[in-house]
T-cell receptor, first 112, second 114 residues
């Protein structure tokens, strides 16, 4: 089955700096890659997603890149703010399929 | 924030108790999911219901029994649980008719098994 790895497990950055989180997946059939943000004590919430027919997607300070050949995708957060502090989860799935696997998460701390 | 609701939000139970977790989605979705989130572990998919039929059961112990009476409601029946079952149980829903399988999560039920 699908296996998703995520690095780093923890990340601390200064406010205003950029943060990058990387994920790799094993199933080449995966075609949908969402990113979720989970603040302390709250539910995971989708922040951005990308499909396999797109190499990059951007939404304000957040961007995701996908390399299908290498089977990895990354989350980029620019101009980080303290409210970006949370655990971020990547996931890989086959749309309408039965695989929806999350990475182990990255705890991001943005230091003021 | 109110698209997917879960009750109760917190539950403490003994190993011999029987309890049920409830999830309700108000998004018109046709698929619902149960996840287990433990400390220092990734989100673990437990069950998937699509169009009210169970389509996935990821080797979950039989002490967890799901029920999906309709596309808006999902239950997780619990009996004779173990302390290691203590975790946050998250419900999610999605619409599998569209191009993405975006899942929307409920707030979770924090379960403690004594």
């Amino acid at each position: 089955g699908e296996n998703v790895e995520q690095h780093p497990s923890t990340l601390s950055v200064q406010e205003g700096d950029s943060a990058v989180i990387k994920c790799t997946y094993s199933d080449s059939a995966s075609n949908y890659f969402p990113w979720y943000k989970q603040e302390l004590g709250k539910r995971p919430q989708l922040i951005i997603d990308i499909r396999s027919n797109v190499g990059e997607k951007k939404d304000q300070r957040i961007a995701v890149t996908l390399n299908k050949t290498a089977k990895h995708f990354s989350l980029h957060i620019t101009e980080t703010q303290p409210e970006d502090s949370a655990v971020y989860f990547c996931a890989a799935s086959i749309v309408w399929g039965q695989n929806f696997v999350f990475g182990p998460g990255t705890r991001l701390s943005v230091l003021p | 924030e109110t698209g997917v609701t879960q009750t109760p939000r917190h539950l403490v139970m003994g190993m011999t108790n029987k309890k049920s977790l409830k999830c309700e989605q108000h998004l018109g979705h046709n698929a619902m999911y149960w996840y287990k989130q433990s400390a220092k572990k990734p989100l673990e998919l437990m069950f998937v219901y699509s169009l009210e039929e169970r389509v996935e059961n990821n080797s979950v112990p039989s002490r967890f029994s799901p029920e999906c009476p309709n596309s808006s409601h999902l239950f997780l029946h619990l009996h004779t649980l173990q302390p290691e079952d203590s975790a946050l149980y998250l419900c999610a829903s999605s619409n599998r008719d569209r191009d993405t399988d975006t899942q929307y999560f409920g707030p979770g039920t924090r379960l403690t098994v004594l």
